[in-house]
Structures are given as C-alpha cells and as structure tokens.
C-alpha cells in the first residue's frame, strides 16, 4: 500500500519543490489534491476509528453468543482500528507539505501495517464467504468444521499470512531528503523497473485479484444454490458479508488499477503517459482506500437500525447475534428433516403391519368361530350322550 503523495522524485523538483516546501509562510494554501488527501483521511479517522471501536466493545462486552461471522467481524474491526491509528500521521504529513518528520523506522512501519490491513481484511473475507459456501452446499461437514477452536486457529493462520506477505512492503520505503527541511516518505524500488513491478503486481494479484476471485466463486454457488432449493432464505449474515464484500471492492478497486496503470506505464518506459497518469492519481487513491476500514461500522449502524430503538447501545450486540439465527435455523431444518424421515420410515412400518393385520383378521376370526362352533357341539353331544 502506496502513501497518500507523489509517487516519484521528479514531482517533488524544480517548480512543484517550491509549491510544497515548508519553508513557505503558512498562510499559501495547499495544493488541492493535498486538501482531497487530508479530507479523506479526516473523514475516515473521526468515523472509523471510534465506530471500529465500537464493534470491538459491541462484540466482546454485550455478544453472548458470537458466531463465526461475528468473530471475523470482531477481527475485520480490530485490523481497521489499528491501520486508522496512521490516519494522524498522514495528515500531519500532508499539512507539512509532505514534509515526514517521524523518521524513517515510523516511515517503514505504518506502510507496513497498512499492507498487513489490507492483506488480512481481504482474506477474512475470503473465509467468511467459503463460511457461507460451505453451510449451503455442504452443511454436514459445515457443521464438523465449525468449532471454535478450529476458527481461532485458521483466522490466526490468516493473520501470520498477512504479515509474511506484507515482508516487502518496508523495503520499499524509505525517507528522502531533498533540501533541508524536506524529508519524504516515499517508495524507493531500488532504481529496478523489475523490483517496482513485482510490488504492485504481486499487491494486484496475491491481495486482489486472487482472492476476489474466490469470494465471487463462492457466492456464485450460494446464489444457484438457493434459487434451487425450497428453502430459499435470507440470513443477516448473509446480508453483512456482501455489504463487506461489496464495500471492501468499491474502495481498494481503484487502488488496484492504479497498480496495473503503474506497471503498463513501466513497462512502456518512465516518459510514458500511463505512467505520468497513474503517480498523478495515485495519493487520492490510496487515500480512498483508508475509506475501506471505516465504513464498516457505518453499514452495521444501518444493518441494525431496527434494534436502536428497542435494545439503544447494545443495537449491535443483537445485530451480532442475529448472524447465530442462521446456523440455528440450519441445525433445526437438519433436524425436523431427521425427524420427518424417521417418522415416516414409522408410518411406513405401521402401514405394513396395518396392512398385514387386515390380511390375516379375517381368517382369524374365522378360525376361533370354528373353534368356538366346535366345542359347542362337543358340550351339546356329550349332553345328548
């Protein structure tokens, strides 16, 4: 994940140096794509910091029951607060005048984390849907599955996944200094058209396409699935992963066409226009896709609108809960099913039997009313006698 700013040295020179020092009297305004930078970062920490929060304590002080959805939510939360922890820093770094004044360890780390982010969200989400696939297609071994301890282990997996694979992010940035008070946090491939193409398409392919593939296969199925079933029911599980889904896709998109642009443009060479294009709209992409860690909370608060008024600040502990409904209501399908199949199996068997009672009474009744005729006869005989 790029830093919201140039994306090379040559913006930073000549004419466009002058505009962005900070050594120039405070009252020059910013740049505007500065402004759109420091918008969006504000935006998205006043609203997702405090609301990734909230799902945090939501979740752990008022969810009695937490489903496998709602402890990947529980995560997905947790890995949107701390990457919007950076959001400050960002800022001050745009207010600066892309002047980065927090050395070049914290210039490392925060695009470190933000790689992570990016990497775990889009892989939680890829178990949350295979989560949904396999309850509709394959719900026996769903059921086998779903353990608690079992989830924990696969979502820790994921998380040791996202920070192995976000290793190149950190020696990919470094702080340059231009003049002597301008220091730029800024990526560096180490003057490699290669080492610059393997990172956005290696972001592109292992932390985009890759996985969204996956989750659109799962869902695909999900869908033909209930269409052919006669149980056709929506979940609010259901409901909270596609708009994670489709949130999750609205804001890293661009991020990621940005990083095809980037590579084309590299590979037809540094004059290229594409590639002009792509570091020019870079900074305010990369800033959209801080959105992506805050609007989440926000679709929940729609989400559980309907429990505001009745259950106030724990609306989204019963939001949480609802997603158990699901698993509930399959376990109980499962089980009224086992129960039809083994009454009937007993109607059939009392069927028989009926049938075959009404077979053989009559020539029961026949043979004791012989039996009976019979020994009156012998009692009327012997009187005789």
Known sequence: ???????????????????????????????????????????AFVFGFPGNLFV?????????????????????AVADALVLLSA????????????????????????????????????????MSMDRWLAVTKPFLSQRLRTKKRILSIMLGIWVIAFLMALPMPFYRTVKQFHQRLHVCMPYHWE????????YLFETIVGFLLPFTFILFCYISVICRLRSAMFQRKGRGNALILLII??????WLPYHLINILQVIGVIQGGSSSVLKAAKVARPNVTAF??????????LYVFAGSSHIRQAGLGF?????????SESASTRSSRGSNAESS???????????????????????????????QNRNEMKTLTTLH
């Open 316 to 324: 989204m502990a019963k939001l949480f809960e609802g997603t158990n």
């Open 246 to 251: 489709v949130a999750f896709a609205v804001f």
């Open 192 to 199: 490699s058209d290669s080492h610059e193409i393997f990172q």
């Open 342 to 372: 083994v009454f009937t199996k007993l109607s059939v068997k009392l069927s028989r039997k009926g049938d075959w009672a009404r077979d053989e009474t009559p020539g029961g009744e026949d043979e004791t009313m012989a039996g009976v």
């Open 1 to 43: 994940m790029a830093t919201p700013v140039p994306a090379n040295s040559s913006s930073l020179s000549g004419p466009a140096r002058s505009s962005i020092s900070p050594a120039l009297p405070s009252t020059a305004s910013l740049p505007l794509s500065h402004q759109i930078g420091i918008s969006i970062l504000v935006i």
């Open 289 to 298: 896709a801080f959105m992506s860690s805050s609007v989440n909370p926000v």
């Open 56 to 76: 945090v304590w939501s979740v752990l002080c008022r969810v009695r029951r937490r489903s496998v959805t709602c402890l990947l939510i529980l995560n997905l």
């Open 88 to 127: 400050p820093l960002f800022i001050r770094f745009l207010v600066n005048r892309l002047h980065w004044e927090f050395g070049a360890t914290m210039c490392k780390t925060v695009h470190y984390l933000c790689c992570v982010n990016m990497f775990a969200s889009i892989y939680l989400i890829c178990l």
